[in-house]
């Protein structure tokens, strides 16, 4: 079946420096890749996405590439600061066949608690 | 512009009584579900609905019953808590062909 395997934590950094969460996956069929985040007591947003190989997803400065030959979809930010202390989920959303999206059906890594201490 | 919203927030039971979670969208979604999030374990699926009055089971159905009959609502019942069904429950939506899924608030349940 499908997983998502994600680099356990947590992180702790320093404002400004380079933050890389890993994340690979295993899937049988098109999947689409996905970074979330939980900020403290609320739910979960979608950080950025990626549906086919080779699209990079960016949002508020991370960015995270689909790599279908090594199988990852690692998450990155040149400079974090403290409002992105946060929980990050790497998830994916598998389909049978490249045009049909659904993501009713997601499977989550297990989360990586960022720190960023000032 | 409420999106996904999810009640009661906190909620405490004792072993063997029953509660729904409620979970209501308000941006015409058909997909629908519902997912438990546990230490060390992320996010996992318990059931979920493609549209009103289809259901199927997820990764830990157990426990857990689930119906749809309008497009906005999909409540999580328990028939008969047990203290492995604590846990935080968040409820998601979204549409086919948009891969983005829009999540609730959550509901924090403990089981004692």
């Known amino acids: 079946g499908d997983s998502v395997t994600q680099m356990e934590g947590p992180v702790t950094l320093s404002e400004e420096a380079f933050l890389t969460i890993n994340c690979t996956y295993t899937?049988?069929?098109?999947?689409?890749l996905f970074w979330y985040v939980q900020y403290p007591g609320e739910g979960l947003q979608l950080l950025l996405k990626?549906?086919?190989?080779?699209d990079k997803g960016s949002n508020k400065g991370f960015e995270a590439t689909y790599r279908k030959e090594t199988t990852s979809f690692h998450l990155e930010k040149g400079s974090v600061q403290v409002s992105d202390s946060a929980v990050y989920f790497c998830?994916?959303?598998?389909?049978?066949?490249?045009?049909?999206?659904?993501?009713?059906?997601?499977?989550f890594g297990t989360g990586t608690r960022l720190t960023i201490i000032p | 512009n409420a999106g996904v919203t999810q009640t009661p927030k906190f909620q405490v039971l004792k072993t063997g009584q029953s509660m729904t979670l409620q979970c209501a969208q308000d941006?015409?979604?058909?997909?629908m579900s519902w997912y438990r999030q546990d230490p060390g374990m992320g996010l996992r699926l318990i059931h979920y609905?493609?549209?009103?009055?289809?259901?199927d089971q997820g990764e830990v159905p157990n426990g857990y019953n689930v119906s749809r009959s309008t497009t906005e609502d999909f409540p999580l019942r328990l028939l008969s808590a047990a203290p492995s069904q604590t846990s935080v429950y968040f409820c998601?939506?979204?549409?086919?062909?948009?891969?983005?899924?829009?999540f609730g608030q959550g509901t924090r349940l403990t089981v004692v």
């Open positions: 899937a049988t069929g098109y999947p689409s």
């Open positions: 609905s493609v549209g009103a009055g289809i259901t």
């Open positions: 990626a549906t086919k190989a080779d």
């Open positions: 998601a939506s979204s549409s086919p062909g948009r891969p983005e899924a829009f």
């Open positions: 941006m015409n979604h058909e997909y």
């Open positions: 998830a994916l959303s598998d389909q049978p066949n490249i045009s049909n999206f659904g993501n009713e059906k997601l499977t």
